[in-house]
């Protein structure tokens, strides 16, 4: 029990004395005044005004215009020392079966008993359920029962007074298109739990009866159980104890009320409702219980803005997605159409919508908020959102094979679901279920799960996801699934669902996969019509985005010589500005490998125009890619490694790297020789003429500035590392005709430029003299 409501329990005794409530009254007002009392909601600065009468209305029903004062869990305690049992009407009620004054039945305002003549108590709903808690707790349950009967007459008969109400102005209300919330504070989540304690109160009593009736022996024969001589008094012909419960829960569930502040009032909703859901499908249903869940389920579907399900919904009123699950699977066997009228109205979740006023009126859907433009904090969203799914879930397996209601269901999702995740797993819980078969799968079901699939790709395209390359790979399984016109058709309007690296990597690859053809079991022609599509999205996509693309077109193209063709050529058009030298070499590198030196160089070429290699780069990524390319261009002639060799001298300034290019292209490459070479490469090219000697000159130049670069902050402990450096120069230099006579010139201005730095000129007179 929680706290507040013990101490409402504790200060409702009917039985008190007045020296008693003095006392608990100070020792509560001592504790409330302490710093440290926790509140009610567990929110500070969010709590509502006196509750204990009926809720003050301010304008317009905005919770906003109201004052909020803490209130802390003593709080209702202290405001109920005020209450107390002496009307005469609350005396008949928990003290008479039968009303023998009849001066009560003379009433002329009806408000004290119903059209039947039975007794009503109109108290505000969890004050008065407070006191039906305080007769159990201090051993009156034949009390308790009577006022709790008398409780449940006064919610049946406002409820049915709320529906009339609304069915008159109703033309007018839908037509305004807004409305207030009627319940600041719901009656599920309270912190007095007033369904809760009717629910127990009824189902504590009528399963007590069955329990003597039927001669078992347990705790319900101790029981003192209420007698009432004239059951007929306070029962239709035909109805329990059990089934006012029932319907008293069915009415508290599906009452329209306002979300609470604050993480711990917000979760107390959620797990309150759960708790008496779970207390509710203990119950079998009968015949009798059936009737009532139709009943209620029409008063809940009709009864406007009163109803958690009505045509009209306040923006951040509870969600009734969970109590609707439930009564969509009570309902369905006995009258699916009501059910699905239950569940289609539950789906709605306007605290995510992003309506204006503007919007269209004319239909009940289009409900704008008072504050259109303010999302709450709502702490327990994910969790609504979860059950707004499995609610959703719950119908589309419903539904398997009905096409009507599926596309129903489907329109449903799709309005009232903002998650793309949450679409995604409905999208793949309904692929499972139609594909749950070994035979044909459910064609109906599975269009859905495509749909649903479709709508994911398409939310998820310009917003991050981190399981989008999942999403795609699924949704061209389910395709696939659906045969080779949800391919082609997902093909022809990719630019709507996917980025151009899935449109090639992920969808065009995996349509002309090998494992895809024998899925589908195609025929030539229709192979031929499928890989047309891939190709031709292929180059779309590489037009549009041709640095991640080019490659996979390249690819997917290579059957066809038209497309492969111009995928090549767009590859040409977007060298310029459009690649950089990465996505060049590797193509270049493919074209090489599919047989086309020519275009290999030509791409290796375009790609050196773009790159630029420091002094100090000599573990740079592309430095394998440049000794390739010169390769390749030795392997082809000596014209293109003339071509080439001032690509590599102005973009190259890594001395150690133009060593190895020289090294390399002074001797053969056999493989690349035997594959390319169009004339005599096998012979040792000279290093005194063109091209090489422009490329040695560039090496020897590239040494010299990287040693005064180094000598410039140069440390001690890098002395020997720099020695081993100026051994590698020495052999370059070697390599001219006159290079032992530069490389002395060059040791010597070196003593003499940095003859500060004593101990390393000493390190190099030692090596080089």
């Known amino acids: 029990m929680y706290l507040g409501a013990l101490w409402m329990c504790v200060v409702l005794n009917p039985h008190y004395k007045p020296e008693q409530k003095g006392f608990w009254l100070r020792q509560l007002r001592r504790w409330n005044s302490v710093d440290v009392c926790p509140l009610e909601d567990g929110n500070h600065g969010a709590e509502l005004t006196n509750l204990t009468n009926a809720l003050p209305q301010g304008p317009a029903g905005n919770p906003d215009s109201l004052t909020r004062p803490h209130r802390t869990v003593f709080t209702r305690a202290i405001e109920a020392c005020d209450l107390h049992w002496q009307d005469p009407h609350l005396q008949q009620i928990i003290t008479k079966d039968q009303y023998t004054n009849y001066c009560y039945h003379d009433n002329l305002d009806s408000s004290l008993f119903d059209t039947r003549g039975w007794p009503m108590w109109h108290e505000h709903v969890p004050t008065a359920c407070a006191r039906v808690d305080a007769l159990r707790s201090h051993g009156y349950p034949k009390e308790a029962l009577r006022l709790a009967i008398a409780i449940v007459n006064t919610l049946r008969r406002q409820q049915q007074k709320q529906l009339n109400f609304f069915r008159t102005h109703k033309k007018e ?26 629910f127990s109160t009824l189902m504590e009593t009528g399963r007590g009866r069955e ?162 433009n303010r999302l709450p904090r709502w702490f327990t969203l994910s969790h609504i959102e979860t059950q707004q799914c499995e609610l959703a879930s719950t119908m589309l397996t419903a539904a398997k094979g009905d096409a009507l209601k599926l596309q129903t269901v489907l329109e449903s999702i799709q309005k009232n679901i903002h998650s793309a995740s949450h679409i995604f797993k409905l999208a793949q819980d309904a692929f499972k279920i139609a594909t749950l078969m070994d035979s044909l ?37 389910c395709a696939t699934e659906a045969g080779v016109f949800a391919l082609d058709s997902i093909m022809q309007n990719w630019f709507t669902l996917f980025t151009p690296t899935e449109a090639t990597s992920v969808v065009a690859s995996t349509v002309m996969s090998n494992s895809t053809i024998v899925r589908l079991h195609l025929d030539c022609h229709q192979q031929e019509n499928l890989a047309n599509s891939a190709r031709t999205l292929a180059l779309q996509c590489a037009m549009k985005d041709p640095q991640n693309c080019a490659l996979s077109a390249l690819t997917l193209c290579e059957k066809d010589h038209i497309a492969f063709e111009t995928a090549y050529q767009i590859v040409l058009d977007a060298a310029a500005t459009g690649m950089n030298y990465t996505q060049l070499f590797t193509i270049a590198r493919y074209m090489e490998h599919r047989g086309y030196p020519m275009r290999a160089y030509k791409l290796a070429t375009l790609a050196m125009t773009h790159l630029n290699l420091s002094y100090n780069q000599d573990t740079h990524p592309a430095i394998n890619d440049v000794l390739w390319a010169c390769a390749l261009s030795h392997s082809l002639g000596k014209n293109e490694l003339a071509s080439v060799i001032p690509l590599v001298v102005k973009s190259v300034k890594c001395a150690t790297v133009l060593s190895d290019i020289l090294r390399r292209c002074t001797l053969t490459t056999p493989s690349m020789v035997a594959l390319h070479s169009r004339r005599n490469s096998g012979k040792l090219m000279p290093l005194d003429k063109a091209p090489l000697r ?24 890098h002395y020997s590392e720099f020695i081993e450096f100026l051994s590698k120069a020495r052999e370059t230099f070697l390599m001219a005709h006159d290079g032992h006579i530069q490389f002395t010139q060059f040791i010597d201005n070196l003593k003499q430029i940095y003859k500060g730095k004593k101990k390393l000129m000493m390190l190099v007179r030692e090596r080089f003299g």
């Open 441 to 477: 799968p459910d064609i109906t079901l599975l269009k859905v799960s495509l749909e649903l699939g479709l709508q994911v790709m398409r939310m998820t395209l310009s917003t991050l996801n981190w399981r989008r390359r999942e999403m795609v790979r699924w949704l061209v399984t």
């Open 211 to 372: 329990e003597v009736s039927s001669g078992a022996s347990g705790c319900y024969q101790l029981m003192e159980l209420p007698v009432f001589p004239t059951k007929q008094r306070f029962l239709e012909d035909g109805e329990s104890f059990v089934s006012l419960a029932v319907e008293t829960a069915l009415i508290g569930l599906g009452q329209q009320r306002v979300m609470p502040d604050g993480l711990y009032a917000q979760e107390k909703v959620c797990r309150n409702e759960e708790q008496l859901l779970a207390r509710l499908q203990e119950v079998d249903l009968d015949d009798t219980l059936v009737k009532i869940f139709r009943k209620q389920a029409a008063f809940l579907l009709d009864a406007g803005p009163y109803s958690g399900l009505g045509e009209l919904l306040y923006r951040e009123s509870v969600p009734m997605h969970t109590f609707a699950k439930y009564l969509f699977t009570s309902l369905l066997p006995h009258d699916a159409e009501l059910a699905y009228k239950i569940a289609l109205r539950a789906m709605r979740l306007p605290v995510l919508e992003s309506t204006s006023p503007s919007a269209d009126l004319s239909r009940p859907h289009h409900i704008v908020s008072l504050v259109p």
């Open 694 to 717: 422009q490329l040695l000159d560039a090496t020897i130049g590239a040494y010299i500035n990287t040693t005064h670069s180094r000598l410039t902050h140069i440390s001690p402990r």
């Open 173 to 198: 209300l839908l037509h305004k298109g807004v409305t207030s919330v009627t319940n600041l504070e719901g009656w599920v989540g309270h912190p007095l739990d007033p369904i809760g304690t009717l």
